[in-house]
């Protein structure tokens, strides 16, 4: 697979071992892929942040929309006590349902005694009607089970894959990406890393390392040609997980910092464009538990967390990996032809890159 930085693309920063998400110690991610006759081009990409063995224990975590053309569930419990628990799913915008009941019935399945509380699963999505025949009952409880249960640590796929396999991105063949960095803190060192689902952007707004490439790269651009919607229609959806030990109030700091990595690949923000971020930390695991209580007695909970002042580092990882996750997405891809003999390129290599 070949990735932004087999090309040559500059990019600064430290990346991990996998240059991944997955690079967060215990992070897990999995996908259930479906291509299937002409009109299948969708999936599943499933987000575990402590893994299968421990999906129940809480992490910090943090929101923001740059706009609210789009679906993230789960936000308002997240609102208010900055607590994140189970598989966090990306889906397409009209298999949001189907996604919740399935993190619903895979809990039953695994834990019936975290089923026996209440579950509010992250579901989030971004549109892939270009490709794939968006209305039609694809996408069922079984296919979430399937993408949880494949989920694993270490070097994941890219492009066409899980949730990202009918999407666009600058007019190109678009999807999922990922990069990680690693943050020195004192004597300690923690990575960041990102998940996209990236589905957003007009061809003439491409901008790789700094270099607005849209313009050379104007031919074969369907997409501009397609009548519905207007270029940069569609979504991005953006993960970000570290170890470092951070408040909510922080994860959501980071999550507001995931625009600025967005704007590096050129994009304005369409209004026809959800733009859904989450972050999480995994670090504190014990702590922002929200179970019934079993006992009378008081109890307390302890947060460790990096001082705001000391945050910028991180703040910096964010933009960086973002801007990494979205040309990995675009250059893991191949062209693709879907719903109604819709085609959409690939980015091309060639003499174009910075």
Not at 40 to 46: D, E, N, P, Q
Not at 91 to 96: F, K, L
Not at 180 to 188: E, I, K, P, W, Y
Not at 241 to 270: E, I, K
């Amino acid at each position: 697979m070949t990735r932004a930085r087999d090309l040559g693309i500059p990019l600064p920063g430290r990346p991990g071992t996998h240059n991944a998400l997955t690079d967060v110690p215990g992070v897990e991610v999995g996908y259930t892929t479906l291509i299937e006759g002409e009109s299948v081009r969708t999936g599943v990409t499933a987000v575990l942040p402590r893994g299968r063995a421990d999906f129940a224990v809480p992490c910090a975590a943090g929101t923001f929309s740059l706009n609210g053309n789009g679906e993230m569930t789960g936000g308002a419990w997240l609102a208010e006590t900055g607590s994140l628990t189970l598989p966090v799913l990306i889906t397409n915008t009209h298999a949001v349902g189907a996604c919740h009941r399935g993190v619903i019935d895979w809990v039953v399945r695994e834990r019936p005694d975290v089923a026996a509380e209440w579950l509010l699963p992250v579901v989030a999505e971004t549109w892939d009607g270009y490709l794939n025949d968006i209305n039609a009952p694809t996408i069922h409880s079984g296919h979430v089970a399937a993408a949880i249960d494949a989920a694993r640590g270490g070097a994941i796929d890219e492009g066409s894959v899980g949730g990202g396999t009918g999407m666009t991105c600058y007019g190109f063949k678009g999807g999922t990406g990922t990069a990680s960095r690693v943050v020195a803190h004192g004597a300690d060192e923690y990575t960041v890393g990102a998940l996209v689902q990236a589905n957003f952007g007009s061809r003439r707004e491409l901008t790789v390392a700094g270099e607005a490439v849209g313009s050379v790269l104007a031919a074969d651009d369907p997409l501009a040609e397609w009548s519905p919607a207007p270029p940069g229609a569609g979504s991005v959806i953006v993960v970000v997980g570290t170890d470092a030990p951070l408040l909510p109030g922080q994860c959501a700091a980071l999550a507001r910092r995931v625009p600025l990595g967005l704007a590096r690949t050129g994009t304005t923000g369409s209004h026809f464009s959800g733009d859904l971020f989450l972050t999480f930390s995994t670090a504190n695991p014990g702590a922002l538990t929200s179970s019934f209580p079993r006992t009378e007695e008081a109890e307390y909970e302890t947060l460790r967390f990096v001082p705001w002042g000391r945050i910028d580092p991180f703040f910096e990882a964010v933009v960086q990996v973002v801007e990494e996750a979205v040309l990995n997405a675009l250059v893991a891809n191949r062209e693709l032809t879907g719903h109604r003999g819709h085609r959409v390129p690939a980015l091309p290599a060639g003499h174009w890159l910075p």
